[in-house]
């Protein structure tokens, strides 16, 4: 049993179909190559990427 406890105040936790974690397994070995990355990286990543793509829309959208 680990006592590692997580900050509930800088993470959320989501629920992914089997089908869209079996794509995220394969799509986190192609965007980091050389590192195996976890799971909530491999998202962070991505989310951050179209965010950047978004290029300010999604300010626009958060304050609706």
């Given at each position: 049993e680990s006592n590692i406890k997580m900050d509930i105040r800088k993470y959320k936790?989501?629920?992914?179909?089997?089908?869209?974690?079996?794509?995220l397994d394969g799509i986190r070995k192609v965007i980091v190559p050389e590192v195996s990355v976890s799971r909530a990286k491999a998202l962070d990543i991505i989310i951050n990427e179209k965010a950047r793509k978004l290029n300010g829309r999604l300010r626009n959208i958060k304050n609706s």
């Open positions: 936790s989501v629920a992914l179909s089997h089908d869209s974690c079996d794509k």
